[in-house]
Nanobody, 131 residues
Framework: QVQLVESGGGLVQAGGSLRLSCAAS????????MGWFRQAPGKEREFVAA????????YYADSVKGRFTISGDNAKNTVYLQMNSLKPEDTAVYYC????????????????????????WGQGTQVTVSS
């Protein structure tokens, strides 16, 4: 089992920055990828960013590319999401997710960007961007 706890959400003005953290505990050595997703009221959960430990790559949704950066600290079992130049449309609950199953490298992009490919989820942290 893996437990994920997000932190760092809050209220920020448009153009501002926030840094989300996701601390993993439990069987973290078995995580092959970790990702961030978000869900706004009335909308489906959508992919934001992911990091593949097995492939070593990072992936971003087009809507956040150039503004958000995902990074990880293996020693601390923590993944971060640095969010800059925030926009009101970034307002959502942000969720951290971990995948503990092996990833076929040929299918990495599909796997890390799809919610049901992840095995564990955090409780979410609210990010609100005011205009």
């Amino acid at each position: 089992q893996v437990q994920l706890v997000e932190s760092g959400g809050g209220l920020v003005q448009a153009g501002g920055s926030l840094r989300l953290s996701c601390a993993a505990s439990g069987r973290t050595f078995s995580n092959y990828a970790m990702g961030w997703f978000r869900q706004a009221p009335g909308k489906e959960r959508e992919f934001v960013a992911a990091i593949s430990w097995s492939g070593g790559g990072t992936y971003y949704a087009d809507s956040v590319k150039g503004r958000f950066t995902i990074s990880g600290d293996n020693a601390k079992n923590t993944v971060y999401l640095q969010m800059n130049s925030l926009k009101p449309e970034d307002t959502a609950v942000y969720y951290c997710a971990a995948r503990s199953r092996i990833i076929d490298l040929k299918h990495t992009i599909v796997v890390v960007t799809t919610p049901y490919e992840y095995d564990y989820w955090g409780q979410g942290t609210q990010v609100t961007v005011s205009s």
